[in-house]
T-cell receptor, first 114, second 114 residues
């Protein structure tokens, strides 16, 4: 069966420090991978999506970057965190090119920048 | 272009009474529609999905939703609320494409009163 792992679950980082959040998927090949951010009262915002290794698309200009070094690994990074980067970050995967399959989400990372 | 509107940001029901969470969508194509549930500090879990088959869709935990094309609605219902249903619910619309890009509603927080 397919599973998705996301870590860490919670993270408190000072302003200006680097960030690395990791997401891995098991039980599927060549998935679409996504990073979402959920800020309080603002719903889910798509940050990045990837349709293959090394292929990253950014939805919004921001302080963050993403990489996909392996087929089932998706990493969210920042060189210097801002206070506004605080939020709940969710990784998700879906079937490539498939309509109607929905997303499978990771358990999320609560990031607090102080 | 696609969009989704969740008409209520908060809904409060008594335990054992029916639940209705409203969702309207806009889509240029025949969409796929989903409902997700998120418990505090958890990832999103798929409740149910509509993908152009039966218009009445049954999901997990006793939830169901009816796709009404004439009303562009996909409301989520449950006959009898349970305390464990207290969570935030997201309506999602997806159109076909080379990758699966979806649009999330802003969420409805369901409170269940004992």
């Amino acid at each position: 069966s397919q599973t998705i792992h996301q870590w860490p679950a919670t993270l408190v980082q000072p302003v200006g420090s680097p960030l690395s959040l990791e997401c891995t998927v098991e039980g599927t090949s060549n998935p679409n991978l996504y990073w979402y951010r959920q800020a309080a009262g603002r719903g889910l915002q798509l940050l990045f999506y990837s349709v293959g290794i090394g292929q990253i698309s950014s939805e919004v200009p921001q302080n963050l970057s993403a990489s996909r070094p392996q087929d089932r690994q998706f990493i969210l990074s920042s060189k210097k965190l801002l206070l506004s980067d605080s939020g709940f970050y969710l990784c998700a995967w879906s079937v490539l090119g498939g309509r109607g399959y929905g997303y499978t989400f990771g358990s999320g990372t609560r990031l607090t920048v102080v | 272009a696609q969009s989704v509107t969740q008409l209520d940001s908060h809904v409060s029901v008594s335990e054992g009474t029916p639940v209705l969470l409203r969702c309207n969508y806009s889509s240029s194509y025949s969409p796929s529609l989903f409902w997700y549930v998120q418990h505090p500090n958890k990832g999103l879990q798929l409740l149910l999905k509509y993908t152009s088959a039966a218009t009445l869709v049954k999901g997990i935990n006793g939830f169901e939703a009816e796709f009404k094309k004439s009303e562009t609605s996909f409301h989520l219902t449950k006959p009898s609320a349970h305390m464990s249903d207290a969570a935030e619910y997201f309506c999602v619309v997806s159109e076909s494409g080379g990758y699966q890009k979806v649009t999330f509603g802003t969420g409805t927080k369901l409170q269940v009163i004992p």
